[in-house]
């Protein structure tokens, strides 16, 4: 008996052994090998192309500075905000899972190297029936375990899971990404706050004054130093001020509540933190951009996009591999019995031994326009790396250019309220002199409001460039 199985073993490895010389031969597998895709406009990048002027200085930054950009802001009350939204944001949780269910594909696709083995068991029982009413009792019992392995000859296995670990890498990118995005919108929203604070302070400060000279001229009309027109033009300006304050108490909200939905809670949740007005954070002295190939090794969505190439690159491998034989090993254990006490004896005992061979002969035009398939998704996997590359490009020098400039516009603006405040207090002298008349003290109140608000949005904007420019360098994760 036990020479009968080896023989049977010795011919099917024989019969393997030939299937395969006969079906590999000619065949050699034609192995993919990965090279990181490249950019020539980003090779071509020695420098940025918008001079780095305002504060930022092309040289390196630190990595442990960008990673927690938002603390050079010196803000307490943002850096509290920004570490309870990476911990409670829920576009950071669902990019989470998504990692989980990568990861949890490559390792499915891993069992797929081991050998797979199943157990069985039975048992039955038979009873035949007779003209006494009485009949014979049969039992039969039988266990057994089933096993079968594909050997990977041609990487196909290997190939599909170096795929799935280029998902997994590529779906931690992308939780870089929305960290990145995360803690900018953080910053953003927060100075939006503050912004809105500071305008709504000096609309009121405004509107005080306003409504004492709205006063004085109605004394004057009183008195018969004024006209009813200056009257009404006096009203109509100080209620046009008093208008612009809903609006922007609504923008404020808008904005608070913005912030709070980032954090995963509910809006309003956070209202009592932001209640006391404060300044929008001030920039820092110097800030490090680096240069342009400091985007590949910084930017999430540069490195998600080389990861999709690797992955892809990988896929073409497998479909490639769809043109050679596949191989089968299969094997079986098994045990019967008439009764369960000897079950587990040797003379229950059977085994078999196969092996298969499959190979497409006739429709391998199929496999080869699946080849081409991937090799088309691989070429758009290719030029989506190339736009990601082109729009980081862009997104950092829009960012250096809004930065620097704004800081420039800041400047001539505070010369300019500066110059309305005291236009405002000469056009009020003379008009009380009689030496102007009522249209000037006007012209220079909303001149004034014009100024100081557009003063409070380029403050808000300067500091808001900032935080757009660190995101475009990829700051925002470790």
């Known amino acids: 008996m036990q020479a009968m ?14 299937l395969f010389i006969l079906f590999s031969s000619g065949c050699a597998a034609r192995r993919i090998h990965y090279k990181p895709p490249t950019s020539t406009p980003l090779a071509q990048a020695a420098n940025w192309n918008t001079p780095v002027e305002g504060g930022a200085a092309a ?36 990019a989470e899972a998504k990692v989980r269910q990568a990861r949890a594909l490559k390792g499915a696709a891993e069992t797929d190297r081991l050998p797979t083995v199943t157990a069985s068991g039975s048992a039955t029982g038979n009873r035949s029936s007779s003209r006494l009413g009485t009949g014979e009792l049969t039992q039969s019992y039988a266990a057994g375990i089933d096993a079968s392995w594909e050997p990977d000859f041609y990487k196909r296995i290997r190939q599909s899971i170096e795929a799935y670990g280029a998902d997994v890498e590529a779906a931690q990118e992308d939780l870089r990404g929305v ?25 009121k400060s405004n509107l005080k004054a306003q409504q004492e000279t709205y006063d004085l001229t109605v004394a ?29 108490e609504a ?11 980032l954090l995963g809670e509910k809006p ?12 929008v954070p001030v920039i820092p002295v110097e800030v490090a951009v680096g240069m342009p190939a400091d985007l590949v090794r910084r930017r999430p969505d540069i490195r998600s996009a080389e990861r999709q190439v690797a992955a892809q690159t990988a896929r073409v491998g497998v479909a490639q591999a769809d043109l050679y034989p596949s191989f089968k090993l299969s094997g079986s254990l098994g045990l019967t019995s008439l009764t369960i006490a000897n079950l587990f004896t040797p003379g229950g005992l059977a085994g078999s031994l196969a092996g298969s061979v499959q190979h497409t002969v006739f429709n391998r035009r199929k496999i080869r326009e699946q080849i081409k398939v991937q090799d088309a998704v691989l070429d758009q996997r290719l030029i989506s790396y ?28 505070a010369e300019a309220a500066t110059s309305a405040e ?47 420019l660190y995101k475009a360098l990829g700051g925002g994760w470790s």
Not at 71 to 86: C, I, N, Q
Not at 226 to 246: F, G, H, M, Y
């Open 422 to 468: 005291q236009a405002l207090t000469l056009s009020r002298s003379l008009y009380s002199a009689g030496l102007k008349d009522f249209l000037t003290v006007l012209d220079a109140q909303r001149s004034l409001l014009s100024l100081q608000t557009q003063l409070a949005q380029s403050d808000a904007s300067i500091t808001a460039n900032l935080v757009r």
């Open 386 to 413: 190339e736009s990601t590359v082109l729009g980081a490009l862009q997104d950092v020098e829009d960012a250096l250019s809004d930065f620097a400039k704004e800081q420039v516009r800041r400047k001539s603006l």
């Open 5 to 18: 199985r080896r023989n049977a073993i010795q011919s099917t490895t024989a019969v393997l052994a030939g």
């Open 268 to 279: 309003g949740a956070i209202d009592s933190e932001l209640a006391e007005v404060k300044p």
């Open 220 to 248: 004057r009309y009183e008195s018969g130093l004024a006209t009813k027109l200056d009257v009404e033009q006096a009203r109509s300006n100080l209620e046009s001020t008093r208008a612009s304050i809903p609006t922007l």
């Open 179 to 203: 960290l990145v995005s995360l803690t900018a919108e953080v910053a953003l929203d927060y100075v939006d706050v503050r912004s809105y604070q500071s305008q709504i302070a000096i609309t």
């Open 59 to 94: 040289k390196p930054a630190a990595d442990t500075t960008l990673s927690r950009w938002w603390a050079t802001l010196g803000d307490p009350v943002l850096t509290s905000l920004e570490e309870r939204a990476v911990k409670g944001n829920l576009d950071l949780r669902q």
């Open 251 to 261: 923008s404020l909200r808008k904005s608070a509540n913005a912030l709070a939905v």
